[in-house]
C-alpha cells in the first residue's frame, strides 16, 4: 500500500505545475519483506556492506528504547516522573539515520530522539533527567561517550539554526585547514568530510527558524541533514493544519535536495541518510529526509489522543509498527527465536535498569542553579547563592541540627 | 609617525605583545567611536582565528554604519561573513558556530531588527551555559547600534536594554566613548559568556582618544567621569555625553553633578554609585529607554536599599515616555536633554 498523508496534499497544490510526488522510498512492506519501491532502487547498493550482525544490533537498540520508553511512561504514571514524551513508532527511522551517521558527526535532537540519543552513546538515566526534574540538559555535551548528542531542545525549531551554524563551523574549519580565506556567495560547496544532522518534527516545520535553517545551510552549502520525521500530528493538530505541500518539497524549494522515505522502515532511513550524509561530507550541499512515520502514543504523558484521533487510525500504523515488521524481515533473513527471545530479556533487564537509576537520581543541590548560569565569575549570582545558603542555614540555627525543635 | 587604525595597507606593527597585529593600533590617537569599534574588532580577530564576524551587509559595504569597514578585505569572507536577511538565523547560527569552537560576533543591524531573533537570544543563548552544566562556554557577542538622536524611521532608534538586563545569563555593556568602545569591544569577545554590546549610534562619529597601549577598566566596572557633590547622575552610552553636557551647565550655576557612566548593564556595578550617593545624597538616572520597568527602575530601588540613610531626596529617573518611539520629528520632545535632567536634579535639590 502507498503511504499517504492524513489529507490529500498532492492533489489540492498543484496549480497546474507539474510535480508528482515519487513514492516515499522503503525497502520492507508493510509486512517485513524486501521489496523495495522504484525509488528505493538508486539507494540499495547503500545497504550492501550492511551485516546481519548490524541489522540485529538496529533491532536490539529499537527493542531496548521501546521498553525504556514504555517504562518511562510508567514512571510517569507513578508520579515518578514529571512528564514523559514516548517515541513509541518512531524508533525506525531513527535508528536507521542514527546509524548512517559518522562517529565524527554531530546530532541536534529535538526531545523524542530517544532512538538517536541511545544509539550516540546518551545513558537512559540521562535522557530521563530532565523528566524527572532534576536537569534542564541532563548529559555532558563534550564527553565522547554521548556521541556528539546535543541536548534535547525544547523550543522547537531553535535546535535547526544551531545545527545550521554548526555545519557552517564546520565548513569554515575546512576552509581554514586548506588555506581559503573566502567564502563567496554562490560559491560551491566545502569537502568537509564531518556532517550534521537536525532532527525535527511536521509541527516543527512551520516554525521560521526551521525555514532560516535552510536558508542559511543552502546558502553556505554547510554538511547538514535535516530529518524532519512527519509522525502526523503535533500533539492535536494534524499535519495538514501545517502544510498543504508535502513536507520535503519544502526543502526543494530552498535549493535542498530532499526525498520522503517510509519512516517506519529504518532500511530506508539508513539508505538514504548514508547517500546524503557522504554527499553533505563532500561539498554537495545539504539534504533534507521527510520521515513519514507515526506518534503511536500520545504526544506527551499529559495528552489524550482519544480527544482528536480515531482508533482506525491508529491500528493501521500499528500494522505497520517498525520492530515488528523488522522483526520480520530478520526471521526471513534467517534470524532465530534465541535472538529475540535474549533481545526482549536484554530490553527488560535495561529498562529495569534504567529504573532504578532513575528512582536513584538524587534531587539538584539548591546551590546548584546558581552554578552555571555563566562561564565566568559573576559577583551577584554568588551574592545570591551566599544569601540563600546563609537563609536555609538559619532554619537549621533556630530549630537545631538534630532536629531537636520542639 | 602616525598611528594607523581602519586601512590594511599599514606595515605590520606590534602591540603590548599581543605580535605582529597587520592594521593594530600602536599609539594614542583619536578616533570616532565606530572606527574605535572596528580597531577593537580587527584587534580581537588577529589575536584569535576563531573570531567570526556575521551580519547583514557587513561586508564589502562595511555595514550600514561601516563599524566593520575594511575588515572582510583584510580579513576574508569566511571571517567577515555577509548573511542571508535573517536575525534569528544569524543569531542561532552564531549558537552553533560557538558549539563548534568559534567566538561569533553578530551584528544586528538596528536595535529594532533585535527582535525577530529574540527567542534565540532569551531561550537558547542565555541559557545554554545552565543547559549545558557548563561543560561548553557560549562566548557570543551581539552587536547592537541602539538610541535615538538620528532622526530615522520607526524601529531604528530604540534603547531595548531592559529585555536584555533582565535575562540571566546575558551579559550587557555599552560604552560611551571612543577607549572604552576599543577595549570593551575586544573584553566582550575575550568573555566566554554571550554579551550584549550596545553602541550609541547617535555617537558614531565622536571622536576621542584610543590608547591601544592602556587598557580600559574592566568590562563590568561603573566608573565616575566627572566628580560632584550635589547630585550623583547616572546614564550610560549616548547619555553620557547628555549628562556631562548636564554637568557642564550645573556647574556654571554653582552646582556640581558627578557623573557617572554605567559602562555595564548587566551585571550592575553599584560599588561607585553607592559610594557616590553616599556622598551627594541625591541620584538621577537617565536613559533614553521607556522608564516603566527600565534599569532606572532597578537602579533606584537598588540605592533606595543600599543607600537609604544617605539619601537626601528619593532617586529620580529621567526617562523616555512609556509611549512607543515617536515619529523622528517628535524625539527632540521624547529623548532626555540636558535640560530633563536639570529638571529632575533641580526637583531633587528641593528635598
Given amino acids: 500500500m502507498r503511504l499517504r498523508y492524513t489529507g490529500d496534499v498532492t492533489e489540492m497544490t498543484s496549480f497546474g505545475v507539474e510535480m508528482v510526488d515519487p513514492e516515499p522510498i522503503r525497502f520492507l512492506d508493510d509486512e517485513g519483506h524486501y521489496a ?10 547503500e545497504l550492501e556492506r550492511v551485516t546481519l550482525d548490524e541489522l540485529c544490533q538496529w533491532y536490539v537498540d529499537m527493542s531496548t528504547v521501546r521498553a525504556f520508553d514504555t517504562e518511562c511512561t510508567h514512571l510517569q504514571r507513578q508520579g515518578q516522573l514529571a512528564l514523559w514524551a514516548p517515541s513509541v513508532g518512531q524508533e525506525g527511522c ?10 565524527d558527526d554531530h546530532i541536534f535532537p529535538t526531545y523524542r530522539e530517544h532512538t538517536v540519543a541511545h544509539v550516540r552513546g546518551v545513558d537512559f538515566v540521562d535522557i530521563a533527567k530532565q523528566f524527572r526534574g532534576v536537569h534542564h540538559g541532563g548529559w555532558d555535551v563534550t564527553d565522547p561517550a554521548n556521541g556528539n548528542c546535543r541536548l534535547y531542545t525544547l523550543v522547537l525549531g531553535a535546535q535547526t539554526q544551531h545545527a545550521s551554524g554548526f555545519a557552517l563551523g564546520q565548513v569554515l574549519d575546512a ?4 588555506g581559503n580565506t573566502q567564502l563567496a556567495p554562490g560559491e560551491p560547496g566545502t569537502p568537509t568530510g564531518v556532517a550534521t544532522i537536525a532532527f525535527y518534527g511536521d509541527g516543527t516545520s512551520s516554525q521560521g527558524d526551521v525555514s532560516e535553517s535552510m536558508v542559511f545551510a543552502a546558502s553556505y552549502q554547510t554538511p547538514l541533514l535535516q530529518v524532519v520525521q512527519n509522525n502526523n500530528w503535533a500533539i492535536s493538530v494534524p499535519v495538514t493544519r501545517q502544510s498543504r505541500t508535502p513536507l520535503y518539497r519544502r526543502a526543494l524549494g530552498f535549493g535542498i535536495r530532499a526525498v520522503q522515505v517510509d519512516g517506519n522502515d529504518p532500511l530506508a532511513g539508513y ?3 548514508r547517500r546524503f550524509l557522504a554527499a553533505a561530507r563532500a561539498g554537495e550541499g545539504p539534504g533534507c529526509i521527510e520521515a513519514l512515520t507515526y506518534r503511536m502514543g500520545a504526544h506527551t504523558t499529559s495528552d ?3 480527544r482528536y484521533r480515531v482508533d482506525e487510525e491508529v491500528e493501521s500504523w500499528r500494522r505497520r509498527d517498525p520492530i515488528v515488521r523488522f522483526e520480520r524481515y530478520l526471521r526471513e533473513r534467517g534470524v532465530d527465536d534465541d535472538f529475540f527471545a535474549a533481545t526482549a530479556a536484554q530490553a527488560d533487564a535495561s529498562a529495569k535498569r534504567a529504573r532504578e537509576g532513575i528512582l536513584a537520581l538524587p534531587d539538584p543541590d539548591p546551590a546548584s542553579m546558581f552554578e552555571h548560569v555563566y562561564s565566568e565569575p559573576h559577583e551577584a549570582i554568588d551574592a545570591q547563592r551566599e544569601w540563600l545558603l546563609d537563609y536555609e542555614a538559619s532554619f537549621e540555627a533556630s530549630f537545631g541540627t538534630e532536629g531537636g525543635a520542639a | 609617525m602616525s598611528a594607523t587604525v581602519g586601512s590594511s595597507n599599514q606595515r605590520p606593527a606590534t602591540d603590548q605583545g599581543a605580535g605582529e597585529r597587520p592594521g593594530a593600533l600602536t599609539e594614542r590617537q583619536e578616533l570616532p567611536i565606530a572606527k574605535a569599534i572596528n580597531a577593537g574588532l580587527r ?4 589575536a584569535d582565528e576563531h573570531v567570526v564576524l556575521l551580519g547583514e551587509d557587513i561586508g564589502p559595504l562595511g555595514g550600514v554604519f561601516r563599524v566593520t569597514d575594511g575588515l572582510q578585505r583584510e580579513f576574508g569572507s569566511a571571517r567577515v561573513i555577509d548573511t542571508p536577511l535573517a536575525e534569528a538565523g544569524i543569531v542561532g547560527s552564531a549558537i552553533g558556530l560557538a558549539m563548534a569552537g568559534y567566538r561569533p560576533v553578530v551584528e544586528i543591524q538596528f536595535d529594532g531588527f533585535v527582535f525577530p531573533a529574540i527567542n534565540q537570544i532569551v531561550t537558547q543563548l542565555a541559557k545554554l551555559t545552565s543547559r549545558q552544566a557548563g561543560a561548553q562556554p557560549v562566548p557570543v557577542v551581539i552587536r547592537l547600534p541602539y538610541g535615538g538622536h538620528i532622526g530615522a524611521v520607526e524601529h531604528h532608534q530604540e534603547s531595548p536594554e531592559a529585555y536584555f538586563a533582565h535575562t540571566a545569563g546575558l551579559r550587557v555593556v555599552a560604552p560611551s566613548n571612543a577607549h572604552d568602545a576599543y577595549w570593551m569591544m575586544q573584553q566582550a569577545i575575550r568573555s566566554d559568556d554571550p554579551v550584549i554590546f550596545f553602541e550609541p549610534k547617535a555617537k558614531y562619529w565622536q571622536k576621542g582618544e584610543v590608547d591601544p597601549l592602556a587598557l580600559a577598566a574592566p568590562l563590568h566596572r561603573t566608573t565616575v567621569v566627572r566628580s560632584g557633590t550635589d547630585c550623583t547622575v ?7 555625553t547628555t549628562l556631562l553636557q548636564a554637568a557642564e551647565i550645573a556647574a556654571s550655576e554653582g552646582t556640581t553633578l558627578e557623573v557617572i557612566d554605567l559602562r555595564s548593564l548587566s551585571p550592575i556595578d553599584y560599588d561607585p554609585i553607592v559610594a557616590s550617593v553616599e556622598k551627594t545624597g541625591r541620584l538621577v538616572v537617565a536613559q533614553e529607554a521607556p522608564g516603566n520597568a527600565s534599569l532606572g527602575s532597578e537602579i533606584a530601588a537598588t540605592l533606595a536599599e543600599r543607600a537609604f540613610y544617605s539619601l537626601q531626596a528619593p532617586p529620580l529617573r529621567v526617562s523616555g515616555f512609556d509611549v512607543p518611539f515617536p515619529p523622528a520629528k517628535l524625539e527632540g520632545v521624547y529623548l532626555p536633554d540636558a535640560d530633563r535632567v536639570l529638571e529632575a536634579v533641580d526637583r531633587a535639590l528641593q528635598y
Fill in chain 1, 36 to 45: 523495495p519501491s522504484g525509488t528505493a532502487q538508486e539507494f540499495a547498493d
Fill in chain 1, 94 to 103: 531513527q535508528v536507521g539515520i542514527a546509524h548512517a551517521a559518522q562517529a
Fill in chain 1, 175 to 178: 576552509k581554514r585547514e586548506a
Fill in chain 2, 234 to 240: 547616572v546614564g550610560f552610552g549616548a547619555m553620557v
Fill in chain 1, 304 to 306: 489524550d489522543p482519544t
Fill in chain 2, 43 to 46: 584587534a580581537a580577530m588577529s
Fill in chain 1, 271 to 273: 539508505a538514504v541518510a
